[in-house]
């Protein structure tokens, strides 16, 4: 039997998954915690939606950055009842996403697109009806790659 047919491929494997691994690695760096961000108006083009906005006034809209492996900002302050339009900028290397951890709170969790690629950008809209703290991650770079969305009267 030849050897050299199944160790050659193993090996190719083997470092594929490594330089994989490497990539989605911690950013090795001191960050500063960034501050807490103001939502803005969104912008909307024209025609009728049929949206789900009830009693009251425009969606804010909210871009998160995402990087590997960490979001900008981590920390995001929005008020109470009022739609949030979340833009999630992926400028990482790796694949992202942005997961919105409300299902205790709100029924259910708010997300972005399942896989974001390198320089896409996925936009979802979420409307927190209780005040709190709600956790949001990337799920495929857990534990470092978290954030919290202050919800405020």
Do not use: R, W
Not at 30 to 52: V, Y
Request: proline fraction near 5%; aromatic fraction near 6%; include cysteine.
């Amino acid at each position: 039997m030849n050897l050299s047919k199944f160790v050659t491929p193993l090996l190719a494997l083997a470092v594929l998954g490594s330089a994989a691994m490497a990539a989605c690695g911690g950013s090795g760096g001191s960050e500063s915690t960034p501050a807490p961000i103001a939502t803005k108006p969104a912008t909307t083009t024209g025609g009728s939606s049929g949206g789900q906005t009830s009693g009251g006034g425009a969606a804010k809209t909210v871009e998160v950055v995402m990087k590997d492996n960490f979001f900008e900002p981590k920390e995001i302050t929005v008020p109470v009842n009022t739609t949030i339009k979340f833009v999630a900028k992926n400028q990482g290397a790796a694949v992202h996403n942005m997961h919105v951890l409300s299902a205790a709170k709100e029924g259910k969790d708010f997300k972005s697109d399942l896989l974001v690629n390198p320089g896409q950008t996925s936009e979802f809209e979420a409307k927190f009806t209780k005040t709190g703290k709600y956790d949001f991650q990337c799920d495929y770079h857990l534990p470092d790659m978290v954030g919290v969305i202050n919800v405020t009267q």
